[in-house]
């Protein structure tokens, strides 16, 4: 088992979210802590209060993991002043949907950029120098229900997290001579607030129809707190695949086994979509 007592451990995206619930979860479980996000003032409320909480946090820094030469300065810093870390836990990230005639490439970019060049950044930085130290650890890359499923107008998210899933498959068994293991997170539906931020190409969010699927998804969603302890459960247990729900272990599940029920799902989905985002330009048109 990963244990997570007196280990230092770098968790990306903590200023919110799944990032924030699982610093405070690693906290919990003993970890010390190295934390980074691009919201500065989010990230420093964070620290503070892991900090007002009796938790050890070596380092925040803001930082854009997109930005390669930004996350080399962390990881200098970071060895500079605690040594390597032991658990690298990849959880920025951004959500981007859209049908491929409305996306923008800017869309693309940045949604590849942060996703997957984030953590392959991060990984680049931090993970040789565990290797070098030579006693193992533990490297987490969140991915999504995304990353297992062709859902309905996710295909620049999809592309950053089938991306990581790939990825974190080939390191799965890469880094196992050097005592390093890999987890890969797939959650579904997570009430954090990427969801208020989701940019849904060509879209007015405030349209009541937009709004009511929005409620649909958050009715399904778990906690951040909830997903965390998922997270950091199925770091400690060594397994690969962590999901954060039974709806997307279910989903998997029939991919692999019942791919005609896969499929269905998929096309049900789809309609769905495009019912609940087409709805206002339908109202306009009457």
């Known amino acids: 088992m990963t244990k997570f007592d007196g280990k ?40 503070e209060e892991l900090r007002a909480a009796g938790a050890t946090v070596h380092l ?10 930004a996350v080399v300065a962390l990881a200098a810093k970071t060895h500079a002043e605690t040594g390597s ?16 005639d409305r996306l923008s490439h800017e869309q693309w970019r940045r949604t590849v950029d942060i ?21 193992g650890g533990h490297l ?27 990825v974190s498959e080939v390191l799965r068994f890469d880094l196992r001579r050097h005592g390093i293991r890999v987890s ?12 208020d931020r989701v940019d849904i190409a060509g879209v007015d969010r405030q349209a009541e129809a937009v709004q009511r699927g929005m409620r649909l998804f958050l009715r399904h969603a778990v906690t951040p707190d909830q997903a965390a302890k998922s997270v950091v459960r199925g770091v400690e247990r060594n397994r690969y695949l962590v999901y954060t729900s039974h709806d997307v272990r279910l ?8 791919p005609p029920g896969y499929t269905a799902a998929m096309h049900g989905l789809n309609w769905a979509m495009h019912r609940y985002v087409d709805a206002p330009e339908r109202q306009r048109a009457h």
């Open 140 to 166: 987490v890359n969140v991915s999504s229900a995304a990353g297992l499923f062709g859902l309905p107008w996710h295909a620049p998210y999809s592309a950053g997290k089938f991306g990581l899933r790939g």
């Open 60 to 69: 925040a820094e803001a930082a854009d993991v997109s930005d390669h030469a």
């Open 115 to 135: 996703d997957l060049m984030g953590p392959i950044h991060v990984i680049e930085e931090f993970v040789p120098p565990m290797i070098a130290a030579g006693r």
């Open 8 to 47: 230092r451990c770098l968790i990306t995206g903590a200023a919110s979210g799944l990032g924030r619930s699982t610093a405070f979860a690693v906290a919990e479980r003993g970890g010390s802590l190295v934390l980074t996000d691009v919201d500065e003032t989010g990230l420093r409320r964070t620290a």
């Open 85 to 100: 870390v032991d658990v690298v836990m990849n959880v920025a990230g951004i959500a981007t949907w859209g049908s491929v």
């Open 184 to 195: 890969l997170v797939c959650p579904g539906a997570m009430s954090t607030p990427m969801v």
């Open 251 to 258: 989903g998997h599940w029939a991919q692999r086994y019942f």
